[in-house]
């Protein structure tokens, strides 16, 4: 009997499966992807760090070349239990699931979180509030919604994850370039692309575990830069939690649950919500993904709760007894953060890194810090949200207290910082 894991992106030794499944009655067999190794420079974990069988797939990214060698390991293996992390293993792992006949998230519970039209329909249809949106078939659908709504118009696709392929026309003559120039790139029709109404004011986030049903854990945070500005920020990009005392908390929280009472969930997931919080005061629902949050969203629920939720999700899926606080949760009643916490971090940018400080400064509230370049490494404008070339992550009593550290925090570090401007 085993586990199957699948693993797509970012570092494998930092999500130590093998040792999350501490009480697992049988193997632990891992499916990474060749290229995702390559680019983080580490090896495959053995046996040593308790795995029975470990392998990177090259083409992992192709249909059906991940799910032919999963397929081929479930029957060697016996496999039981099918688990992923990444948003983009969400639907190959629920497929795998069906046709194994295995326990966890099949399809009809991944499509309502993956495709966002889907999801503003299950959301709408509960009475919540949604941006204006329209599904983009052709250059004359999308003219009209730019007309009936105006600008800016942000262009997604259906099933993107890390602000990737998103993109927002300011003009008419930036609608107009882009359909001379880009839109053709998808094809006369454009079934995965959708257009939406911008929304004005702050993003906040939820997030939160949902464990036999019910939510265990949730806490909301506050964007203080706009996620899609990655590739043109340089300045200090901050995530801050919000007080317990914040009366916005508890309306999103309350929010959220209604949200997920609205979709057809699993029985146990992770879940990262994005809702803006306009200027009159209204909570609307940008979009809503059953797995944790990226960036450093993972550590600072942690920090807030004593819990890491990528592990409490995985065990949960396992039929383990949960880690933490959290095994002594009631239903009914959530857990309450023990600090306020907060990140930022710094985009990578063109130029070339001449000096970068490799060690944390000596203040004892920073909980994490994370260089991504180093000396004579140059740079280009960043790819994704997640192309990082700084993060760091801070607590305190209050938001108050993690906003002036943050900012004592940048300050020493790009003193330390020398770029040769490209």
């Given amino acids: 009997m085993s586990v199957l894991v699948l693993h797509q992106i970012g570092s494998v030794h930092a999500l130590p499966y093998a040792r999350w499944f501490d009480g697992y009655d049988g193997d632990v067999v891992l499916l990474t992807c060749a290229q995702n190794l390559a680019g983080v420079a580490e090896e495959l974990p053995g046996p040593a760090e308790g795995y029975a069988h470990a392998e990177a797939v090259?083409?992992?990214?192709?249909?059906?070349?991940?799910?032919?060698?999963?397929?081929?390991?479930?029957?060697?293996?016996?496999?039981?239990?099918?688990?992923?992390?990444?948003?983009?293993?969400?639907?190959?792992?629920?497929?795998?699931?069906?046709?194994?006949?295995?326990?966890?998230q099949r399809p009809g519970t991944v499509l309502p979180f993956r495709d966002k039209l889907r999801t503003k329909e299950y959301v709408e249809a509960a009475g919540l509030r949604t941006a204006p949106h329209r599904e983009i078939h052709t250059a004359t659908d999308l003219l009209g919604f730019a007309e009936d709504h105006g600008f800016p118009v942000v262009l997604k696709p259906r099933d993107s994850a890390g602000s990737m392929g998103l993109r927002i026309l300011h003009t008419p003559a930036e609608l107009d370039a882009y359909l001379a120039e880009d839109f053709d790139l998808y094809g006369a029709d454009q079934p995965n692309v959708f257009a939406e109404a911008y929304v004005?004011?702050?993003?906040?986030?939820?997030?939160?575990?949902?464990?036999?049903?019910?939510?265990?854990l949730?806490?909301?945070?506050?964007?203080?830069?706009?996620?899609?500005?990655?590739?043109?920020?340089?300045?200090?990009?901050?995530?801050?939690?919000?007080?317990v005392d914040d009366p916005l908390a508890r309306r999103l929280l309350d929010l959220?649950?209604?949200?997920?009472d609205a979709l057809p969930g699993p029985a146990d997931f992770a879940f990262h919500a994005e809702v803006f919080h306009t200027p009159d005061d209204e909570l609307v629902l940008c979009e809503i993904a059953c797995r944790t949050g990226g960036a450093a969203?993972?550590?600072?629920?942690?920090?807030?709760?004593?819990?890491?939720?990528?592990?409490?999700?995985?065990?949960?899926?396992?039929?383990?007894?949960?880690?933490?606080?959290?095994s002594a949760a009631t239903p009914g009643r959530r857990l309450?953060?023990?600090?306020?916490?907060?990140?930022?971090?710094?985009?990578?940018?063109?130029?070339?890194?001449?000096?970068?400080?490799?060690?944390?400064?000596?203040?004892?509230?920073?909980?994490?810090?994370?260089?991504?370049?180093?000396?004579?490494?140059?740079?280009?404008?960043?790819?994704?949200?997640?192309d990082f070339m700084f993060t760091a992550l801070v607590s305190g009593r209050d938001r108050t207290e993690v906003v002036a550290r943050l900012k004592q925090l940048e300050s020493w570090f790009l003193g330390e910082l020398v770029l040769e401007e490209a």
């Avoid at 959220?256 to 997920?260: A, G, N």
């Avoid at 001449?354 to 991504?372: H, L």
């Fill in 58 to 104: 090259e083409g992992y990214d192709l249909s059906g070349t991940l799910e032919a060698r999963a397929l081929d390991l479930a029957r060697r293996y016996d496999v039981r239990h099918l688990v992923s992390v990444h948003e983009r293993d969400l639907d190959r792992a629920a497929a795998l699931r069906e046709i194994l006949g295995l326990p966890g």
């Fill in 200 to 216: 004005e004011g702050p993003m906040c986030h939820v997030d939160g575990l949902v464990v036999d049903g019910r939510t265990v």
């Fill in 218 to 243: 949730a806490w909301p945070s506050q964007y203080q830069y706009a996620l899609a500005s990655y590739a043109t920020d340089t300045g200090p990009r901050m995530d801050l939690t919000l007080d």
């Fill in 256 to 260: 959220v649950e209604r949200i997920l």
């Fill in 297 to 326: 969203i993972r550590d600072i629920v942690g920090l807030l709760f004593g819990v890491d939720p990528t592990e409490a999700w995985l065990r949960a899926q396992l039929g383990l007894p949960l880690p933490g606080q959290l």
């Fill in 336 to 386: 309450l953060p023990r600090r306020m916490s907060g990140q930022m971090v710094l985009m990578k940018r063109p130029g070339t890194v001449v000096s970068v400080p490799q060690q944390a400064p000596d203040f004892p509230w920073i909980e994490k810090f994370r260089m991504f370049v180093e000396p004579g490494q140059t740079m280009g404008p960043a790819r994704h949200s997640s």
